[in-house]
């Protein structure tokens, strides 16, 4: 699928991050990785963090598909390095509610290069393409989440 026409200064950086992803290679000692596919296209991505205490010390994504898809996750890793998991948590819901609609989410400084993907939210069908990466950091917050519940063996 073509990218919807969006801003030109926009367009530009998410192809730069399309052809020139960060973070983008295997994790060692990851401590959750996390597979997603979009069913309708096939894309995929295969991220992996090294979460230590209640940080992300760490994170790579592996994965094919399209610019959105691609450049989103690579514009998601750069915010989620250091970050804390109420933080990513905070970021992944920030991005989608700007992804459904929410103008006051633009605004939000946290969010980086994302903000360039905003205009994909008038494309309901390429929606789920920018949120594939975020559906993959949600599953794996939970998943950490659950390890945390359950406690060390
Ligand atoms: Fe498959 Fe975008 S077309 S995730």
């Known amino acids: 699928m073509e990218t919807p026409q969006l801003s030109s200064l926009y367009q530009q950086l998410i192809l730069e991050h399309y052809r020139n992803p960060r973070n983008k290679g295997e994790l060692e000692e990851k401590t959750v990785e996390i597979h997603m596919a979009n069913p309708v296209c096939g894309d995929e ?3 992996q963090l090294r979460i230590e205490g209640d940080r992300i010390e760490d994170v790579k994504f592996l994965g094919s598909g399209c610019s959105i898809s691609q450049a989103s996750v690579s514009m998601m890793t750069i915010r989620l390095k250091g970050s804390s998991l109420d933080q990513a948590d905070e970021l992944a819901k920030r991005f989608t509610d700007m992804m459904h609609g929410d103008e006051s989410a633009v605004r939000e ?14 494309f309901p069908v390429r929606i789920k393409c920018a949120l594939l990466g975020f559906d993959a950091l949600q599953e794996a917050l939970k998943k950490e989440a659950g390890v945390a519940e359950e406690g060390p063996n």
């Open 45 to 47: 991505i295969r991220l």
């Open 109 to 122: 400084k946290s969010l980086g290069d994302l903000r360039a993907l905003q205009g994909v939210s008038k």
